[in-house]
């Protein structure tokens, strides 16, 4: 598969099947279910029900009513500062939502993700985006990066409770597979602090129904993501779709991760991978 540059992701279709696919599994959870732990660290299901919450209804306000976000109470100067702040907010939701029932909680999810396909279904791919992408180092991001990024939200949360609960994964490949797609765009920004000589490059070939290709090439002192592989790579990566979810969203341990990749040609250049991230941690 020749390089070529990776083109938007179209997920505004996605949310209305995947939420649709969620609500019908939380309304055939036993009580004892929602209190099963998961791989969200402290979170148990009711706890990544409430923060799907949260985060849809954020969206719908902020995004579709135009509704300046409160502001922090302490200022942002880094990166830790920034990350510090998101997680204070969604503990603090967390924490309330455990005054709610399984019901209510359900409900709202009903709502908000009935809402939110609405407005991505009718929303431009090429409309401003509400906010940039920051695990992929971006203060502005492209509409449709936003969107996904969203996308990857609902999917990941909605995977963590189908493992709690012990439900079978989405069948669709095409949801997985755009959640992967996404998320390797923030390659280049977890990248950024290794040097490499120019034209290095480093392949990740992602097995699976969910899976693909993609090259990070070292160019004029940065790096760049490609669709597709080079026979010609400094490195190799060669992992399941169902490690590589994981890995980028926090779900495997630097320990773990390194036993569910192969590598082939230079290791160091593959070693940053295994702490690459997409998501705000």
């Keep these: 598969m020749p390089l070529s540059v990776p083109p938007p992701i179209d997920t505004r279709p996605l949310f209305r099947p995947v939420s649709s696919a969620l609500l019908e599994l939380l309304r055939g959870l036993e009580p004892a279910d929602w209190a099963k732990p998961t791989i969200a660290g402290t979170w148990v299901v009711r706890d990544v029900v409430a923060h799907l919450v949260d985060l849809t209804f954020r969206r719908i ?64 791919l090429d409309a401003p985006a509400l906010f940039g992408v920051s695990w992929a180092g971006e203060q502005q991001s492209e509409g449709w990066f936003d969107i996904g990024r969203e996308f990857t939200e609902l999917w990941h ?33 977890a990248y950024r602090d290794v040097s490499a000589a120019d034209r290095d490059s480093i392949t990740l070939a992602v097995s699976g129904p969910a899976g693909g290709q ?44 390194a036993a569910a990749i192969r590598i082939d040609g230079r290791a160091e250049l593959a070693a940053p991978l295994l702490r690459a991230r997409s998501v705000i941690v």
Excluded: C
């Design 61 to 124: 306000s902020f995004h579709r009513d135009r509704m300046d976000p409160p502001p922090p109470e302490a200022p942002i100067r880094s990166e830790r500062d920034f990350v510090e702040f998101i997680n204070t907010i969604n503990a603090q939701w967390v924490n309330v939502s455990r005054r709610f029932s399984a019901r209510v909680l359900t409900d709202l999810f009903e709502k908000a993700s009935a809402d939110v396909a609405d407005w991505f279904e009718a929303l431009p």
């Design 157 to 189: 949360h909605q995977e963590q409770i189908r493992i709690a609960v012990g439900a079978p994964s989405l069948p669709d490949p095409r949801y997985l597979h755009a959640v992967i797609d996404i998320a390797v765009r923030g390659l280049p920004y």
């Design 214 to 257: 993609w090259t990070l090439s070292r160019e004029a002192h940065r790096w760049i993501l490609y669709a597709g592989e080079t026979p010609s790579a400094s490195a190799r990566i060669t992992m399941r779709d169902d490690a590589a979810w994981k890995l980028l969203f926090n779900a495997l341990s630097e320990q773990a991760a």
